[in-house]
């Protein structure tokens, strides 16, 4: 079983729209989670972390569930400029990121 | 301040060749990290290292090694190429044990025929 797990997608969603990811991990020590955002197979960039208490940036929304092992990312009123694939990542203290194999979305006017 | 720094950016070996892969950081990170990312596989860890003298096997470590003589400089080492080491290869660094995320480097583009 892959660590982390999303959804590979196409999202494929109209500007304005509101599109939700999840994604699962399988190691119970994973201590910080983050969403990446990578375009055009470009180096992933650091999107938002995540918190067990939610936390908001801007149209982006991130959930993490510790007990389910579930991280989601809420993303409202879409952009073009949002299209990209969206990584899932977690990590363990004192080792280094483990990736899902990432979600893509692609918005349309 | 540059960040994270990988050279070359593109490279053509020939099977059987070596080569090292070089990344740098001027950010005084402790930790640092090397990915392959491979169509429909994601980023898959190769090696990592939590400070100066200290690195350990990721996912896929066969045909790689690395060493970390500085806190700044990680290269990735292929001792003898082989076609399936075709990849896009990234170099990470992070500060606070990857707890405030990592930071890339723009990879380096690997062809092995």
């Known amino acids: 079983r892959k660590e982390v797990e999303q959804d590979p997608g196409p999202f494929n969603v109209p500007e304005g729209a509101t599109v939700a990811f999840n994604c699962t991990y399988s190691?119970?020590?994973?201590?910080?989670f983050f969403w990446y955002r990578q375009d055009c197979r470009k180096e992933p960039k650091l999107l938002m972390s995540?918190?067990?208490s939610g936390n908001e940036d801007g149209r982006f929304t991130a959930q993490l569930n510790r007990a389910s092992q579930y991280i989601s990312l809420l993303i409202r009123d879409s952009k073009l400029s949002d299209s990209a694939t969206y990584l899932c990542?977690?990590?363990?203290?004192?080792?280094?990121?483990?990736f899902g194999k990432g979600t893509t979305l692609s918005v349309s006017s | 301040n540059a960040g994270v720094t990988q050279t070359p950016k593109f490279q053509v070996l020939k099977t059987g060749q070596s080569m090292t892969l070089q990344c740098a950081q001027d950010?005084?990170?402790?930790?640092m990290s090397w990915y392959r990312q491979d169509p429909g596989m994601g980023l898959r860890l190769i090696h990592y290292?939590?400070?100066?003298?200290?690195?350990d096997q990721g996912e896929v470590p066969n045909g790689y090694n690395v060493s970390r003589s500085t806190t700044e400089d990680f290269p990735l080492r292929l001792l003898s190429a082989a076609p399936s080491q075709t990849s896009v290869y990234f170099c990470?660094?992070?500060?606070?044990?990857?707890?405030?995320?990592?930071?890339f480097g723009s990879g380096t583009r690997l062809t092995v025929v």
């Open positions: 990470a660094s992070s500060y606070s044990a990857g707890l405030d995320g990592y930071t």
């Open positions: 190691n119970s020590a994973s201590q910080s």
């Open positions: 995540v918190y067990s």
């Open positions: 950010m005084n990170h402790e930790y």
């Open positions: 990542v977690v990590n363990q203290a004192g080792t280094a990121l483990i």
């Open positions: 290292s939590v400070g100066a003298g200290i690195t």
